[in-house]
Each structure stands twice: as structure tokens, then as C-alpha cells.
């Protein structure tokens, strides 16, 4: 089983909806919730970071998280074509640091 | 805050010849980095996690004696492709870790090698 576990999509929504994208992680002791952007041909972007369970909101982010399910989402409100991109979900367990494969999202004009 | 920077952005070398990529945290200290490997359309690979004035801690099947990996000071990791190969072509990544155990990546090298 791996750390993290991300759908791959691809994910298609068209401009204006709501994108969601989950994640799932196996150690039941990790701390720390980060989902990074990456644009094709560019490196990653930290988006948001969470660290307790409940919403946590940035613009047209909302990041979720759920330690009692082990699940992480991110929604994605109003979605915009340059929201178009993969998004990788990490965690944080101890020292270690885990990405999951990333979810590529398009958003439909 | 948290800028990471790469240097070279892009580099092409001939085979055989080594290469230096350089990671620098720009407006904070990093004890620990990171170096990424990606191939086109593939998931990040974990290359090695490089620690301040200590050696580096490479992942399985990383070859240490090709990836010289250096961390001399908190703001400055090196990365060393010796004798590189076609296969070595790719983008690397570096990224340095924050307070929280967060990661801030650098914008990448594209290494094309001949």
C-alpha cells in the first residue's frame, strides 16, 4: 500500500464548477497536509497546507481534512481554465515526506 | 517568502562530460533539501535528501558516485551529474524544507545530454 493515494484522473470540469480532488494516506500518525500545483513542464507550487481536521479556505481553495478517515481533499470553487495543471497531494509523517502520483485536472473553457 | 532558486534553468552537455546544478534558498536557512528527478508525463522520484554539512541520503538505486550530492552551507545544495548519459536527460528538481516540514521546490533544470 502506498503513503499517499491520489486518483489520477484525468479530471475534467467545465469553467465556473467545482473541481474536487482526494487524497488518502496510510499512516494514521501523520501531522502535516500539503497540496502543490504543477503546471506541465514546471516545477511544483505549494497551493495549501492544513494541519488540523475541518476546512481550511484560501480564495477559490478550500482544503479538507479528515484524520479519523485518513482522507485529505481540495476543492477547487469557480474554476478558471488556468486551473488547469496536476495537483499532488503530500504528507507529512515524522521525518519522512510523501507525494501522491498527482491528479491531473482540466477545466473546460 | 520562501523562494527557492536553480541554476542552470536549462543545460545541454555531450556525453560523458559532468554537469552542476545548483539549489539556493533565498530568504531562509534550509538544513535540509531535497532532489527530485522527473521524466515526461511520470510522478517526481526522490533522488536523494541532502542535509547540511552532513553526507546525503540517497534513494534505492540511486547511483551516489554519479549524483555527488553537496550541502555545504544552509542556503546552497549542489547536485553533480558525473559522465552523464542520454539517460540521465531530464528535469531536476530541488526543494528545501521549511518549518512545518513543508516543501518549497525550486523552478527545475532541464538537463539534455547528447
Known amino acids: 500500500q502506498k503513503e499517499v493515494e491520489q486518483n489520477s484522473g484525468p479530471l475534467s470540469v467545465p469553467e465556473g464548477a467545482i473541481a474536487s480532488l482526494n487524497c488518502t494516506y496510510s499512516d494514521r500518525g501523520s501531522q502535516s497536509f500539503f497540496w502543490y500545483r504543477q503546471y506541465s513542464g514546471k516545477s511544483p507550487e505549494l497551493i495549501m497546507s492544513?494541519?488540523?481536521?475541518g476546512d481550511k479556505e484560501d480564495g477559490r481553495f478550500t482544503a479538507q481534512l479528515n484524520k479519523a478517515s485518513q482522507y485529505v481533499s481540495l476543492l477547487i470553487r469557480d474554476s478558471q481554465p488556468s486551473d488547469s495543471a496536476t495537483y499532488l497531494c503530500?504528507?507529512?509523517?515524522?521525518?519522512?515526506?510523501?507525494f501522491g502520483t498527482g491528479t491531473s485536472l482540466t477545466v473546460i473553457p | 517568502g520562501a523562494v527557492v532558486s536553480q541554476h542552470p534553468s536549462r543545460v545541454i552537455c555531450k556525453s560523458g562530460t559532468s554537469v552542476k546544478i545548483e539549489c539556493r534558498s533565498l530568504?531562509?536557512?534550509?538544513?535540509?533539501m531535497f532532489w527530485y528527478r522527473q521524466f515526461p508525463k511520470q510522478s517526481l522520484m526522490l533522488m536523494a535528501t541532502s542535509n547540511e554539512g552532513s553526507k546525503a541520503t540517497y534513494e534505492q538505486g540511486v547511483e551516489k558516485d554519479k549524483f555527488l550530492i553537496n550541502h555545504a552551507s544552509l542556503t546552497l545544495s549542489t547536485l553533480t551529474v558525473t559522465s552523464a548519459h542520454p539517460e540521465d536527460s531530464s528535469f531536476y528538481i530541488c526543494s528545501a524544507r521549511g518549518q512545518v516540514y513543508e516543501q518549497y521546490f525550486g523552478p527545475g533544470t532541464r538537463l539534455t545530454v547528447t
Open positions: 492544513i494541519y488540523s481536521n
Open positions: 530568504d531562509f536557512q534550509a538544513t535540509t
Open positions: 503530500a504528507v507529512n509523517s515524522g521525518n519522512q515526506f510523501y
